[in-house]
């Protein structure tokens, strides 16, 4: 395997051979999260990745209300909201009242699916943490912001993209 996607004597690589090192390992860890088996007892309720975020805030972070996972997701407590309907009909998450305000909602992963779903989740959450933490807290921060300002320039390439068809 080549090794040319490090940083070999403190050159780093220029951006032209980064993109090629990124366009080769992108859809090679796409394929492989892709390939985790989703757990049998799971396979049946249709779970789609728009899920995985919400269920993997609830397993790592542990029970809270629709706005405090509106607000880690990044999208509108009705988005959440139905979401945890949805999940809630299917048996997966939980929601019961706040022992401390009784109008409000507390969701959690429902018992009887926490260890398939920590079992999925975890083996990608091992792997980021084997990745990052050799990092120092600065490199950390590097790698989510890329990441993030990725995902913001392929939006903004598909929505330009949407409006030269449109």
């Known amino acids: 395997m080549s090794t040319k996607h490090r940083n070999q004597g403190g050159t780093g690589l220029d951006v032209d051979d980064a993109v090629r090192a990124l366009l080769l390992l992108m859809p090679r860890m796409i394929g492989r999260v892709k390939r985790l088996p989703v757990p049998p007892e799971l396979q049946s309720l249709a779970l789609g990745p728009r899920h995985l975020s919400l269920l993997s805030y609830l397993l ?18 009705t988005t959440v ?11 997966i998450l939980e929601r019961r009242e706040d022992d401390n305000d009784r109008r ?27 990745a990052l933490e050799p990092l120092t807290p600065a490199e950390r921060q590097m790698v989510i912001d890329t990441l993030h300002a990725y995902q913001q320039a392929v939006e903004t390439s598909d929505d330009a993209s949407a409006g030269d068809n449109g």
């Open 104 to 130: 409000r909602r507390i969701v959690s992963i429902a018992e009887p699916n926490r260890t398939a779903i920590h079992d999925w989740l975890a083996r990608g959450a091992t792997a980021w943490q084997r």
């Open 60 to 77: 790592f972070d542990g029970p809270m209300t629709v706005n405090e996972l509106a607000a880690r997701l990044e999208v509108a407590p």
């Open 81 to 91: 909201s139905l979401m945890v309907s949805e999940l809630s009909r299917k048996d």
